[in-house]
């Protein structure tokens, strides 16, 4: 995968296990978002294969890519909610747009997405009147009110404090068993990651050089994996 | 010969022309890339755009609510604008035409270029300044802060959702816009006429009457049609293809709106051309 003549990914090869939560972790610039956006058919590959459930996303039509969509959920680093919506409605959107339940209903899903987040308090405002962590939960809410199959988290505990990280490790924990869907997790923040991980994948210089159980990560004999995880400024990562 | 030669080619002053020849080729040829891109990307918004009211997918409350904030909510610059203009065309024709002995012809005139020119234009160029750049402004900051991503993540379609409301708005308010505007502008001059030349009211709308045809009206409205399209589609086009956060928005707004005008200006004559040169 590339951007011009920026090559991104290559040679990267990862297996999602389904149900279960899935963290990727790498250096800032890695491709650790663009691994996302193929996963969600935002962006195609220049080569290689997204497979979801053995089918490949890369060579199907636009109106598939949608409907395939509906079945995964984003929640964006920066929660990116439709400002021009009340938290309710943007929760609602997804519901309104891909089902045909009624007025009453939807409302209903939306604010016990809602309260499963905590938030059912903010049905009504707008997203300009939330806070970072709060605006993240809502993010969440709208990502999982379709009761999607995989749910992928770009930095979600990215700009918050550590009783927020806590919280929203929290909620990406239950939202992921409560769904019982797969959740793929990009994150800095290695205290949430080994809270919440059954798999840690990392990424360097466009593959994924360790692949594991949190603890097989842990004890990996590779430098570049040792010296991200100790946060060290002395070893084989060039600075 | 050959040697002098050989020298003046390896010269440093021969270098330099030949780097200069090549970078200024180089850059033309980058314009006319980026032109033929812009041109292309464009189209295959529209084209994308069309095939999607075509298939009746369209938010008719959306609509609606771009019809107010396009439409309704750029009445008053359109009719401020209008009426001055119709004025000062009267101001400085009225006492000429009058002074030649032409007073009669002054509501003819004055109605019958507000009406094919002033007015569509008028309106288009006031709504190009307002709205593509609003248009562009705020897809652009939607683009940016990755809201249009989430659309398609939540797999809805951006031409649907967001383009389509804001050209069918602009495709309904511009020729009613346009319709107000001929009708004050026409006022305004008839006003002028009577207080500095002392034409009567009823001479000046007999003579916009004999001038103006049915015809001049709906081809004026076809001309905010089509100007409501091109502000539309480059606004959102400009918008949609936002990079580089908050500065980026300022950029694509500005472009939007100077390439919105340029090209009302050139279809305003291309069209003029082909609806009233014939007649």
């Known amino acids: 995968m590339s951007f011009g003549e920026r090559v991104v990914l290559q040679n990267c090869s990862l297996e999602v296990p389904e149900g279960s939560i899935i963290c990727i972790i790498g250096l800032s610039g890695a491709g650790k978002s663009t691994i996302l956006r193929l996963l969600d058919g935002l962006l195609l590959p220049n080569s290689g294969h997204v497979y979801l459930h053995q089918h490949d996303i890369c060579h199907i039509r636009e109106s598939q890519l949608i409907e395939m969509r509906t079945k995964i959920g984003f929640a964006f680093q920066f929660a990116a909610l439709f400002d021009s919506m009340t938290v309710g409605e943007n929760v609602s959107l997804p519901l309104r747009e891909h089902t045909t339940l009624t007025e009453k209903e939807i409302h209903e899903i939306a604010m016990h997405t809602l309260d499963s987040v905590g938030l059912a308090h903010t049905y009504h405002n707008m997203p300009s009147e939330l806070s970072g962590g709060m605006l993240k939960r809502a993010g969440f809410a709208r990502a999982v009110v379709t009761n999607p199959e995989m749910v992928l ?12 990280t806590h919280l929203l490790t929290d909620t990406i924990k239950r939202l992921r068993k409560e769904l019982n869907s797969t959740a793929v997790v990009i994150s800095h923040d290695l205290q949430s990651i080994y809270m919440m991980a059954d798999y840690v994948a990392m990424l360097f210089e466009g593959a994924i050089i360790a692949y594991g159980t949190v603890e097989e990560v842990r004890k990996s004999t590779n430098p570049i994996v040792q010296q991200f995880l100790q946060g060290s400024e002395v070893g084989p990562i060039p600075l | 010969m050959a040697q002098v030669l050989r020298e003046v080619e390896e010269s440093p002053a021969a270098h330099a022309v030949e780097r200069v020849s090549v970078g200024v080729l180089a850059s033309i040829g980058r314009r006319v890339s980026d032109s033929f891109e812009y041109m292309g990307g464009l189209t295959m918004l529209t084209w994308e755009t069309l095939k999607t009211i075509l298939r009746l997918r369209i938010r008719f409350a959306e609509t609606l609510n771009q ?3 396009l439409g309704y909510q750029s009445l008053i610059i359109v009719l401020l604008t209008s009426l001055f203009t119709g004025m000062v065309f009267s101001l400085e024709s009225a006492l000429t035409a009058v002074q030649y002995g032409f007073g009669s012809f002054v509501g003819g005139i004055v109605s019958y270029t507000v009406v094919r020119e002033l007015g569509p234009m008028l309106s288009a160029v006031v709504v190009a300044g ?3 750049a609003a248009i562009a402004a705020e897809l652009g900051s939607m683009e940016v802060t990755e809201q249009i991503e989430a659309l398609k993540s939540l797999g809805l379609a951006p031409v649907r959702f967001l383009v389509v409301p804001r050209l069918l708005a602009l495709m309904i308010m511009l020729p009613l816009l346009t319709i107000f505007a001929d009708v004050v ?28 045809g049915f015809d001049d009206v709906v081809k004026g409205l076809f001309k905010s049609l089509i100007f409501g399209i091109v502000i539309a589609m480059i606004g ?21 709106v100077v390439t919105c005008i340029i090209v009302i200006f050139i279809l305003n004559f291309i069209m003029s051309y082909f609806l009233y040169a014939g007649a």
């Open chain 1, 153 to 164: 988290y770009d930095e979600p505990t990215t700009g918050v404090d550590p009783i927020v």
């Open chain 2, 67 to 69: 019809c107010y904030l």
């Open chain 2, 130 to 132: 307002r709205c593509c």
């Open chain 2, 185 to 212: 502008g026409v006022k305004g001059g008839q006003w002028i006429a009577y207080v500095q030349a002392h034409i009567g009211t009823q001479d000046f709308m007999a003579s916009a009457r004999q001038t103006v």
């Open chain 2, 236 to 256: 959102a086009y400009e918008g949609l293809t936002t990079t580089g956060g908050a500065a980026g928005v300022g950029k694509s707004a500005t472009n939007a």
